[in-house]
């Protein structure tokens, strides 16, 4: 098979496997905020990877200061919290002064959330230059370990899944244990009854939004490991993640981190046996079309309308 | 005037309106600008062709395509590879290992034409897989969809997953479609000089000429009973179903027409600029086209070639003179248009031209030309453009 050996092609299988699920890593991160926006609140938000650019950007300053005062091997775990707080504020305030006044038209949020992101991507851009930049990597997360000979496992790959796991978990949490989780998921369902009841309903919308933001911070700084940030960083995922979400069935968390390890894998094991550019179109193609067979996605919520 | 005619043009106003455009495209432009700039306007008016299709599909419909750039285009490479073809015959490309084929395909070891560039060896069948073959695609895309009942904005999103598809695709296989550059050098058709001035200038007036029967068409589709079943099925959808009508077929037309509106754009863009490339079917490039709508008004086929040309033209001044606040300003002006002006610059006429009277006023002044900012027929319906 295309000229390689069985034990070649297991090997390739890991060695891409394990590629890919640092792709997945970063796709769920970002997927799983959206998920929160867009499956729950219903709200199509185009600056998402922007709010990812963020947490990559609040990582690198964070790493600069670090750099500054000798505490390489120490800063990233406050760097990560940064960055979650950081997206977290700025995606209240935007919630505040740009999606509260779209909520009954979707398709404008999504036209002014790509302004937004136009105007986000200018600022980083003036701020930190058009370059591409990255963070200085504490030592622990660079090198890799080798289980056989043949195969190699980078190290960062393996740190940003854990944070992945441990990101999700805490969203699954918070959406299924928490009482917030319980006034956001009675928002979700039916916004009058919950309102009735006592909920508040603009500030879970408004917290929800925020979290979802959030989270893209954090994926912004699991990205900082295995890749250097520029203006359009963001924009780069945004079609991917969106796929995500969408591909998984939007209200389900379940059904985000199975598509997206189902895209990660295709991708990255495609791209591997086609060139870098047919595996993706091969992948994004598979997507719509299954989409267009099962709109509603993989999971879709069991709903009678 | 009979029915039909006062129809097309939309009654009295809808005259003046049309009378204005077509004074400032084919006079006012043409004599205060030089041919460089007159070719930007011949640009810009080629997006025209996707911002009144949006119009149509989105004002309209309430259906948001973000690939709108994927039928700009198909029809701009229909007609590049036509152009292409011809440009690339034996004699000035006997440099190549394979003389007679285009350029990129020979840096590709390709030693025939693929296929699929056959047809556009001839003009006739040029011209009409411009029309078809985005018409076709958006079809498919339509019956896979709509029959569903996919809408909203997974319809936007799968549009725009489509765009960046078809631009990956394009890049991807060099060989085929000439990748990142594009088809360029592209210099006759059939042995007409489409670089020279006096071909510029012919170019831009049948641009403009097909600009205005695009509006007439569209304005003839807005009056019929289709066009008042769209509107209703932008508000109402499930009571227009109810009513009997087979919404989804609606929704697929439209769409159809919509790209072939957009294919025709795509196919004087490539005329009049001299090439197409990967970089005008993208995300970016489909999402702008809708930008160009919402400025001008997304109720106004009129306002919409304003849109189109305003914004046009404000990137071109402000990147020759500040590119960093272009960014800043393209950003605000999705903000604003939406949160504060949802029906564009037609919007605001409609307002104050009722406040002063201006129509009426203009009627009598009319004579002496004074610009309009807007379509005059554009109804001042709640835009409830948005529906999930």
């Known amino acids: ?305 | 005037m009979n029915a039909l005619t006062s129809k097309l043009l939309g009654g009295k106003q809808g005259l003046i309106g049309l009378v204005i455009l077509s004074a400032i495209i084919f006079i006012a432009l043409p004599l205060g600008l030089d041919l460089f700039r007159l070719g930007l306007v011949g640009k810009y008016l080629t997006y025209a062709f996707v911002a009144v299709s949006l119009v149509l599909l989105w004002g309209y419909g309430g259906i948001l395509s973000l690939g709108q750039g994927i039928f700009f285009g198909l029809g701009g490479y229909c007609m590049a590879m036509f152009l292409k073809l011809e440009a690339s015959d034996p004699v000035s490309t006997k440099i190549q290992t394979t003389p007679g084929i285009p350029d990129f395909m020979d840096w590709n070891q390709l030693t025939e034409i693929p296929w699929f560039w056959v047809p556009f060896q001839s003009l006739t069948l040029t011209i009409l897989a411009v029309l078809i073959v985005p018409a076709l695609f958006a079809y498919i895309i339509g019956y896979a969809m709509f029959k569903r009942r996919v809408g909203g904005v997974y319809f936007a999103i799968i549009t725009q997953a489509i765009a960046l598809i078809l631009t990956i695709l394009i890049v991807g296989q060099q060989g085929f479609t000439g990748g990142v550059n594009g088809i360029t050098d592209l210099k006759t058709m059939l042995g007409w000089d489409i670089r020279d001035d006096s071909s510029k200038y012919i170019l831009y007036y049948v641009n403009g000429l097909l600009l205005i029967g695009t509006i007439l068409v569209c304005r003839y589709i807005i009056t019929s009973k289709f066009g008042m079943l769209l509107l209703a099925m932008r508000d109402k959808e499930e009571r227009v179903r109810f009513s009997g009508y087979d919404v989804s077929n609606f929704k697929i037309f439209i769409f159809c027409v919509a790209a072939l509106i957009s294919a025709i754009g795509g196919a004087m863009f490539t005329l009049q600029v001299g090439f197409m490339s990967p970089s005008f079917i993208g995300i970016v490039p489909s999402i702008e086209m809708v930008i160009f709508a919402a400025v001008g008004g997304r109720m106004s086929l009129i306002g919409a070639i304003y849109g189109a040309l305003l914004v046009n033209f404000g990137r071109t001044m402000f990147s020759e003179t500040y590119p960093e606040l272009w960014l800043f300003l393209m950003g605000g002006l999705f903000i604003a248009v939406v949160m504060f002006f949802p029906n564009g610059l037609a919007g605001l006429y409609e307002k104050y031209a009722k406040k002063y009277r201006l129509a009426e006023r203009m009627q009598k002044i009319f004579s002496s030309g004074k610009p309009a900012k807007a379509d005059a027929e554009a109804t001042p319906t709640k835009t409830t453009g948005a529906k999930a």
């Open chain 1, 1 to 305: 098979m295309f000229g390689y050996s069985m034990a070649e092609i297991g090997n390739i299988f890991v060695m891409q496997g394990f590629s890919g699920l640092s792709l997945f890593s970063v796709l769920l991160l970002m997927a799983l905020g959206l998920a929160i926006i867009f499956g729950q609140m219903g709200v199509i938000n185009m600056a998402h990877g922007e709010f990812m650019a963020l947490g990559a950007y609040t990582t690198v300053l964070f790493s600069q200061l670090a750099v500054a005062f000798d505490l390489v091997n120490y800063y990233f775990v406050f760097a990560i919290i940064a960055a979650f707080i950081v997206a977290f504020v700025i995606g209240y305030l935007v919630e505040f002064g740009l999606i509260r006044h779209l909520y009954k038209r979707p398709l404008d949020t999504l036209l002014a959330t790509w302004g937004l992101s136009l105007v986000m991507q200018q600022i980083f851009r003036s701020t930190f230059g058009a370059k591409e930049v990255s963070a200085e990597l504490p030592a622990w997360l660079l090198g890799s370990f080798k289980p056989t000979e043949d195969i190699d496992i980078p190290i960062n790959g393996v740190f940003v899944m854990g944070l992945a796991v441990v990101v999700t978990v805490g969203v699954l949490l918070f959406m299924f244990r928490s009482n917030w989780g319980l006034r956001v998921r009675a928002t979700v369902q039916n916004r009058v009854m919950a309102g009735a009841v006592g909920i508040n309903t603009k500030k879970v919308d408004r917290v929800t939004f925020a979290l979802g933001c959030g989270i893209a911070g954090v994926a912004g700084a699991a990205f900082t490991t295995i890749a250097s940030t520029g203006p359009t960083t963001g924009s780069l995922y945004i079609v991917d993640s969106f796929m995500v979400v969408v591909f998984g069935g939007a209200a389900s968390v379940l059904g985000t981190i199975a598509s997206a390890f189902g895209i990660a894998q295709a991708q990255s094991i495609l791209q591997f046996f086609l060139t870098s550019s047919m595996g993706k179109v091969a992948t994004l193609m598979t997507i719509v079309v299954i989409l267009m067979m099962k709109p509603e996605g993989l999971f879709a919520a069991k709903l009678r309308k």
